[in-house]
């Protein structure tokens, strides 16, 4: 367990994480993962100097400066999420990779795609983040696993042929083992190929939905409460299976401030 992490974890397929502090074990994983989770790992290995620890850092404040403070804390969620849960759940291994491969921003199509190491499956991830303001941490979360469902539901369910594709080359761009590789971009044109005949359901495919949620003020939320939206959500039986993740933090600012502190002047 990282110091200033908690986790809250339960059979039913519900996380829970509160991030108490940026503790200096998290600040080490954050800089070992950076360059992996920006570019994908197949880019993270090579030793050209762009995707150092340093030039991502940088490149991640170039898209990230200037968004919306929404789009922000979206990009902070994100980030989070992928350094927190495939910390914590090895099993999985990223699939696609946090930066978009076509222009000056955060990518377009899934926020993640997953390929669990034990069963091959690959499952799809929607990340929704917001501030509680006068509302509860866990009707909060709440809401914003509902809209992390109907975007994912959406997108599952669409002909939109570029939503696969960008899936299909993000794999491309992150895996480093070439069978593997090959193995998850055939698996993705299958899903393909089913979206442009008209015939992608969600109920065919497995589903993560994140719900990150700064929650100011507010007290946070307990893993038990967040197991019963879960639990909600599970059983419409909308995919073919489901996990929910939240992700608890007071503010956005500690993040950026120690990331931003990160970058060597000069």
């Given at each position: 367990?990282?110091?200033?992490?908690?986790?809250?974890?339960?059979?039913?397929?519900?996380?829970?994480?509160?991030?108490?502090?940026?503790?200096?074990?998290?600040?080490?994983?954050?800089?070992?993962?950076?360059?992996?989770?920006c570019h994908g790992a197949a880019k993270a290995s090579r030793t050209t100097l762009i995707y150092s620890y340093?030039?991502?850092?940088?490149?991640?404040?170039?898209?990230?400066?200037?968004?919306?403070?929404?789009?922000?804390?979206?990009?902070?969620?994100?980030?989070?999420?992928?350094?927190?849960?495939?910390?914590?759940?090895?099993?999985?291994?990223?699939?696609?990779?946090?930066?978009?491969?076509?222009?000056?921003?955060?990518?377009?199509?899934?926020?993640?795609?997953?390929?669990?190491?034990?069963?091959?499956?690959?499952?799809?991830?929607?990340?929704?983040?917001?501030?509680c303001g006068v509302e509860s941490s866990i009707n909060k979360l709440g809401g914003l696993l509902s809209l992390?469902?109907?975007?994912?539901?959406?997108?599952?369910?669409?002909?939109?042929?570029?939503?696969?594709?960008?899936?299909?080359?993000?794999?491309?761009?992150?895996?480093?083992?070439?069978?593997?590789?090959?193995?998850?971009?055939?698996?993705?044109?299958?899903?393909?190929?089913?979206?442009?005949?008209?015939?992608?359901?969600?109920?065919?495919?497995?589903?993560?939905?994140?719900?990150?949620?700064?929650?100011?003020?507010?007290?946070?939320?307990?893993?038990?409460?967040?197991?019963?939206?879960?639990?909600?959500?599970?059983?419409?039986?909308?995919?073919?299976?489901?996990?929910?993740?939240?992700?608890?933090?007071?503010?956005?600012?500690?993040?950026?401030?120690?990331?931003?502190?990160?970058?060597?002047?000069?």
């Amino acid at each position: 367990m990282l110091k200033g992490v908690q986790l809250e974890k339960s059979e039913t397929g519900s996380l829970c994480f509160t991030i108490e502090d940026i503790s200096d074990e998290l600040k080490v994983v954050i800089r070992a993962r950076l360059s992996e989770i920006c570019h994908g790992a197949a880019k993270a290995s090579r030793t050209t100097l762009i995707y150092s620890y340093q030039a991502t850092l940088k490149a991640f404040f170039g898209k990230f400066d200037n968004k919306s403070l929404d789009t922000q804390k979206g990009m902070i969620g994100e980030l989070l999420t992928h350094v927190l849960f495939l910390h914590y759940e090895d099993e999985f291994r990223a699939a696609s990779p946090f930066f978009n491969m076509e222009e000056d921003s955060i990518k377009k199509g899934f926020d993640l795609v997953l390929h669990h190491r034990g069963t091959s499956e690959i499952w799809f991830v929607e990340v929704k983040a917001g501030e509680c303001g006068v509302e509860s941490s866990i009707n909060k979360l709440g809401g914003l696993l509902s809209l992390a469902k109907n975007d994912l539901k959406t997108a599952l369910n669409s002909e939109r042929n570029t939503l696969w594709q960008n899936a299909v080359n993000g794999a491309n761009l992150v895996m480093q083992d070439s069978e593997l590789k090959s193995q998850i971009e055939t698996l993705l044109e299958s899903f393909n190929e089913k979206a442009v005949a008209g015939a992608s359901v969600s109920t065919d495919y497995n589903a993560v939905l994140v719900a990150v949620c700064f929650s100011g003020e507010q007290t946070f939320a307990t893993g038990a409460e967040f197991e019963g939206r879960h639990i909600s959500q599970r059983d419409m039986k909308e995919f073919r299976d489901l996990m929910s993740i939240a992700l608890q933090k007071a503010t956005i600012q500690s993040v950026v401030d120690f990331l931003r502190s990160e970058i060597e002047v000069g």
